[in-house]
């Protein structure tokens, strides 16, 4: 038997039958580019067929799938998921793709989303063991790659808090890899709310500064971090607020055993999360 995406040849359609940029739909998603439109609209994009794939994974998520004719023929397997799941596919012009897009060398297809993120309360309330958050982290890139090293940790929860990059910006998407899609994410206005929240739940909080008083490698030899817990990551140029640093149990610094001066926001977040990782498994 066939699968839905077998046989089709959607590298000859007619150029006649294409969305341009001028197609009203295409005007419409191409809006998405700017936070108010996104969240207005509850809607965003996700750029290239690995993010179009893990999108397609969770149901009802996808409303529409753009794609040029070529990469719509190359990714059958997902013009076919996209069928089956009912979800429009709509072949575009390059023109138009590039519109859709922000990335220099676009990969042809782009996936229409709805919003993803879950109130705090239902992010807690499967009792996660791991939790990340992001208290004010601004760089999307930076936003997107801790997202990504918490989803491989095995995080279930990513909270982006105050003044946050919103998580659905297509630089944030893209750097996740496709874990945007893999865990509860949270968007909460008050971090300090988010940490009562958090210890309410049975977690323990943490704190990453490069001042702390407590050393990873310290909490990891006691066997501290075999409970759940919740890491707080603040941006890379001005860190977390005092308000934050004090509200958590501990204020935990990464060891520098050599001479670099500290380690970026990525980093240290990775070693932090797999430090737990390693101790709840």
Not at 87 to 115: F, I, Y
Request: aromatic share 4%.
């Amino acid at each position: 038997m066939r699968s839905p995406s077998q046989g089709r040849r959607l590298d000859v359609v007619p150029d006649t039958t294409l969305f341009t940029p001028r197609t009203p739909r295409v005007v419409a998603a191409r809006r998405l580019h700017r936070r108010r439109d996104r969240d207005s609209a509850g809607r965003f994009l996700a750029e290239g067929p690995q993010a179009v794939r893990e999108a397609l994974a969770v149901p009802d998520v996808v409303t529409e799938l753009f794609g040029t004719p070529g990469a719509l023929e190359r990714h059958a397997d997902l013009t076919g998921l996209a069928t089956v799941a009912g979800v429009p596919v709509s072949p575009v012009t390059d023109e138009a793709l590039a519109a859709l897009t922000d990335t220099v060398a676009p990969q042809g297809l782009v996936a229409l989303c709805r919003h993803l993120d879950v109130p705090l309360t239902q992010a807690l309330s499967g009792a996660p063991r791991l939790v990340a958050v992001l208290a004010g982290i601004r760089d999307p890139g930076n936003a997107g790659t801790v997202l990504r090293t918490a989803d491989a940790a095995g995080a279930r929860a990513v909270v982006f808090a105050g003044a946050a990059v919103d998580p659905y910006n297509g630089k944030c998407v893209r750097a996740s890899a496709g874990s945007l899609f893999h865990v509860d994410v949270v968007r909460a206005a008050d971090p300090v709310e988010v940490v009562a929240a958090l210890r309410a739940a049975g977690l323990r909080v943490l704190a990453t500064t490069g001042y702390g008083d407590t050393d990873l490698d310290d909490l990891a030899d006691a066997g501290t971090l075999a409970a759940p817990t919740a890491w707080l990551f603040g941006s890379e140029a001005h860190g977390l607020p005092e308000e934050l640093t004090a509200a958590a149990d501990a204020r935990v610094r990464v060891p520098l055993h050599g001479r670099a001066e500290s380690l970026n926001l990525a980093a240290a977040a990775a070693v932090c999360l797999y430090a737990s990782a390693r101790a709840l498994r």
